[in-house]
């Protein structure tokens, strides 16, 4: 018998698509059509049927290396809809901190996230729209785990990083941003997996030049 087609009146078809969604964000970045088939059970002509739709209608965005996917901006937007009222979102950031940001990613193709300390704590200034938090929820809860509570924590000058707290096989690595006097104003973040976390390389470097522009934008 040949397999029904996938229609929105499905029930099984909508599950199923939640289903991927949700083992996208539990995996992180880089998770496979065939990793995604196998941890679900599903035959892998419907986990690339699920995987095109989700991707057109960008609940989920294909990495630009081809070797996996991540959670999209429709999947951000709706956990923005629906977040608890927290503090006064940030001024929009300069155009050259956007710049900045724009520059690094393009380079690194992984995620990068910019985030500023102050009175009130760890406040985001910029999280990358193609690689959205892992769980943002938890981050918050135990921002010690990451590699940016991390800094935080230290009050260090050197970079932080953790690999496996949020999700097996991925980590972050976060770079200090000095202001006057040496005082720790913010951190710039790569999110991917622990082994590019592990042994950044070239990365590395330009997350050292980006942080070097962005100190006197944001000292």
Known sequence: MSEPGLRARQPKAIQNALAVLEAVAHAGPGITA???????????????????????????????????FALGQKVAELAGVTAPAGPQPLAPLPRAVRAVLADVRSAVRAGVHLARYDEGGLRDLDVDPDFPLLDEAALRRDPDRSAIGRLHAARGQAP????????PGFGCLALPVLGEGGVLVAGLTLSAPAARIDAPGEALTVLRTAVARLEPLLG
């Open 160 to 167: 932080a990083h953790q690999t496996g707290a949020f999700a």
């Open 34 to 68: 065939q990793q995604l088939s196998v941890a679900l059970g599903l035959p892998r002509a419907t986990t690339y049927r699920l995987i095109t739709l989700l991707v057109e209608d960008e609940y989920l965005v294909r990495l630009p290396d081809l070797r996996g």
